[in-house]
Protein backbone atom coordinates (compact mmCIF):
# COMPACT_ATOMS: atom_id res chain seq x y z
CA UNK A 1 0.00 0.00 0.00
CA UNK A 2 1.94 3.22 -1.37
CA UNK A 3 -0.94 5.78 -0.87
CA UNK A 4 -4.03 7.18 0.67
CA UNK A 5 -6.73 5.39 -1.67
CA UNK A 6 -5.14 1.90 -0.81
CA UNK A 7 -6.56 2.89 3.12
CA UNK A 8 -9.85 3.44 1.44
CA UNK A 9 -9.86 -0.29 0.62
CA UNK A 10 -9.52 -1.54 4.33
CA UNK A 11 -13.02 -2.18 5.05
CA UNK A 12 -14.71 0.68 7.67
CA UNK A 13 -12.29 2.81 6.37
CA UNK A 14 -13.94 5.87 5.61
CA UNK A 15 -11.37 8.61 4.87
CA UNK A 16 -7.76 9.48 5.38
CA UNK A 17 -5.36 12.08 5.49
CA UNK A 18 -1.84 13.23 5.97
CA UNK A 19 -0.69 16.28 7.68
CA UNK A 20 3.08 17.73 7.47
CA UNK A 21 5.49 17.87 10.80
CA UNK A 22 3.73 21.20 11.50
CA UNK A 23 -0.12 20.01 10.84
CA UNK A 24 -0.97 21.61 8.04
CA UNK A 25 -2.66 19.34 5.63
CA UNK A 26 -0.58 17.18 2.85
CA UNK A 27 -3.35 14.81 0.94
CA UNK A 28 -6.82 13.62 2.10
CA UNK A 29 -9.01 10.96 0.69
CA UNK A 30 -12.50 9.33 1.04
CA UNK A 31 -15.88 10.45 2.47
CA UNK A 32 -14.23 14.35 4.66
CA UNK A 33 -16.03 17.38 3.84
CA UNK A 34 -13.14 19.23 1.99
CA UNK A 35 -13.89 22.45 4.31
CA UNK A 36 -13.45 19.84 7.76
CA UNK A 37 -9.80 18.37 6.21
CA UNK A 38 -7.49 20.90 7.38
CA UNK A 39 -9.11 21.32 10.62
CA UNK A 40 -8.95 17.57 11.08
CA UNK A 41 -5.17 17.84 10.39
CA UNK A 42 -4.72 20.33 13.00
CA UNK A 43 -6.78 18.28 15.42
CA UNK A 44 -4.68 15.48 14.76
CA UNK A 45 -1.41 17.17 14.56
CA UNK A 46 -2.25 18.38 17.76
CA UNK A 47 -3.27 15.57 19.68
CA UNK A 48 0.35 13.90 18.43
CA UNK A 49 2.37 17.13 20.14
CA UNK A 50 -0.30 16.53 23.74
CA UNK A 51 0.92 13.24 23.70
CA UNK A 52 4.72 13.40 22.95
CA UNK A 53 4.20 15.75 26.15
CA UNK A 54 2.79 12.98 28.03
CA UNK A 55 5.48 10.64 27.22
CA UNK A 56 8.22 13.29 27.98
CA UNK A 57 6.24 13.25 32.09
CA UNK A 58 6.39 9.33 32.00
CA UNK A 59 9.77 9.25 31.36
CA UNK A 60 10.43 11.39 34.07
CA UNK A 61 8.06 9.91 36.57
CA UNK A 62 9.40 6.44 35.82
CA UNK A 63 13.21 7.40 35.60
CA UNK A 64 12.97 5.15 32.08
CA UNK A 65 13.51 5.79 28.06
CA UNK A 66 10.98 3.79 25.42
CA UNK A 67 7.88 5.98 26.09
CA UNK A 68 7.59 7.98 22.70
CA UNK A 69 4.57 7.57 21.19
CA UNK A 70 4.03 6.60 17.63
CA UNK A 71 0.46 7.22 17.42
CA UNK A 72 -2.75 7.21 18.80
CA UNK A 73 -6.73 5.96 18.33
CA UNK A 74 -9.19 8.06 19.49
CA UNK A 75 -12.84 5.76 20.25
CA UNK A 76 -15.74 7.34 19.74
CA UNK A 77 -19.49 5.06 19.51
CA UNK A 78 -19.75 4.93 15.68
CA UNK A 79 -16.57 6.49 14.91
CA UNK A 80 -12.73 6.29 15.39
CA UNK A 81 -9.45 8.18 14.28
CA UNK A 82 -6.23 6.25 13.88
CA UNK A 83 -3.39 7.57 13.59
CA UNK A 84 0.29 6.78 13.22
CA UNK A 85 2.71 9.33 12.85
CA UNK A 86 1.30 11.87 9.98
CA UNK A 87 -1.13 9.15 8.58
CA UNK A 88 -4.99 9.61 10.05
CA UNK A 89 -7.36 7.06 9.31
CA UNK A 90 -11.50 7.94 9.95
CA UNK A 91 -13.36 4.14 10.64
CA UNK A 92 -16.66 2.77 11.28
CA UNK A 93 -16.22 1.08 14.06
CA UNK A 94 -18.58 -1.69 13.69
CA UNK A 95 -16.84 -2.28 10.33
CA UNK A 96 -12.88 -2.10 10.45
CA UNK A 97 -10.54 -4.28 11.89
CA UNK A 98 -8.34 -1.95 13.83
CA UNK A 99 -5.14 -4.64 13.38
CA UNK A 100 -5.17 -4.23 9.81
CA UNK A 101 -5.72 -0.20 10.13
CA UNK A 102 -2.90 0.06 12.36
CA UNK A 103 -0.43 -2.60 10.27
CA UNK A 104 -1.43 -0.44 6.47
CA UNK A 105 -0.97 3.22 8.81
CA UNK A 106 2.75 1.51 9.71
CA UNK A 107 3.29 0.84 6.07
CA UNK A 108 2.47 4.28 5.20
CA UNK A 109 3.76 6.58 8.19
CA UNK A 110 7.91 6.72 6.66
CA UNK A 111 6.47 7.43 2.81
Known amino acids: MTDLAGLLEIRG ?45 LTTISGKAGWPPRGWIMMGDGLSICTIANVVCFVENSAVSFNETLKALSELEGQ
Open 13 to 57: VVAALRFYDDGTLMEAAGEIDPLHTELAAELCYANGRILHHGSDV
